[in-house]
């Protein structure tokens, strides 16, 4: 588990002069699940990116147990993508060894029932579903039992029940395990379920409009009456507020509900 702790006064990429994201400033204590939710194109994929490392930030801007980020970060590092991103050419287990390359075959095998795959380490991701193939893109991130998982929009374009059993697998094995997590998604609903706190972000650049904890004791059932009505409560605490956020084109759909 670790901190992190986000103090940047903007981000520009090289090849534009639009602002992306900025100033932003919040800390995410160890062991907690924050989701952030905004408009689309408002920096949430880049922020995860800059913390990952894989995208340029300034020293000092993001720190883990408040030290500076380095290129190589000394915590464990999960990311679960939009699409599971698994090696075609590559069985379930080298595409997990990928990330681990010291799995032996029963550690392998254990995430993998862990995940409902139990037995399936010799197929190939073609031979998966899309629902199988995001619960290994989950196993690839628990194997290696993150400090800080980083999860963007994991479980869009899933049917219901499909998304609605992986949150479930998400929330049990964040129990287990502890990591620190930074969930971005479209999906409010979504993120009341899963999250401990919510940072809503405005539109591009990107900075922080709301920042609220999610006072709902857990276990969340999808269909448990306190989410819904915790998100009536918001949304008319925070109407005016929110407003841009929630009417956005990509979540119109998500404030209806
Ligand atoms: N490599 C890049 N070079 C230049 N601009 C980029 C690059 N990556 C992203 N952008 C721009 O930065 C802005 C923020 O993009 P980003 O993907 O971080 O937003 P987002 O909030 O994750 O969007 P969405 O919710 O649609 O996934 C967008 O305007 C995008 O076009």
Redesign the pocket.
């Known amino acids: 588990m670790v901190s992190l702790d986000i103090a940047l006064q903007s981000k520009f990429?090289?090849?534009?002069p639009?602002k992306?994201?900025g100033p932003l400033s919040f800390r995410v204590s160890p062991g907690e699940f924050v989701a952030l939710v905004?408009?689309?194109?408002?920096?949430?994929?880049?922020?995860l990116?800059m913390i990952a490392a894989l995208?340029t930030s300034a020293p000092g801007e993001i720190k883990f147990n408040g030290a500076p980020l380095t290129d190589k970060p000394d915590c464990k590092i999960g990311y679960i993508f939009?699409q599971p991103r698994l090696m075609p050419w590559l069985t379930v287990a080298e595409n997990l060894r990928l990330v681990k390359p010291v799995a032996n075959e029963s550690e392998i095998e254990a995430i993998l029932i862990k995940v409902g795959l139990g037995g399936k380490s010799a197929l190939y991701p073609k031979h998966l579903s899309g629902g199988m193939q995001r619960r290994v893109s989950i196993a690839r991130a628990f194997l290696t039992e993150p400090d800080l998982l980083l999860l963007?929009?994991p479980f869009v374009s899933l049917d219901a029940p499909n998304a609605d059993n992986l949150r479930s697998l998400l929330s049990e094995l964040w129990v287990e395990q502890k990591s620190t997590v930074i969930f971005?998604t479209?999906d409010l609903n979504e993120a009341i379920q899963l999250a401990d706190r919510i940072l809503f972000?405005s539109a591009?650049p990107?900075t922080v409009i709301l920042d609220t904890p999610v006072d709902i004791a857990r276990p969340r059932l999808p269909d448990d009456n306190r989410l819904q009505r915790w998100k009536s409560d918001l949304l008319s605490d925070y109407a005016g507020l929110l407003e841009g956020v929630l009417s956005a084109p990509?979540l119109k759909s998500v404030s209806r509900r």
């Open positions: 990429y090289a090849n534009s639009d992306v994201l905004g408009p689309s194109g408002t920096g949430k994929t880049t922020l990116n995208e939009q963007d929009e971005v479209h972000l591009a990107g990509v």
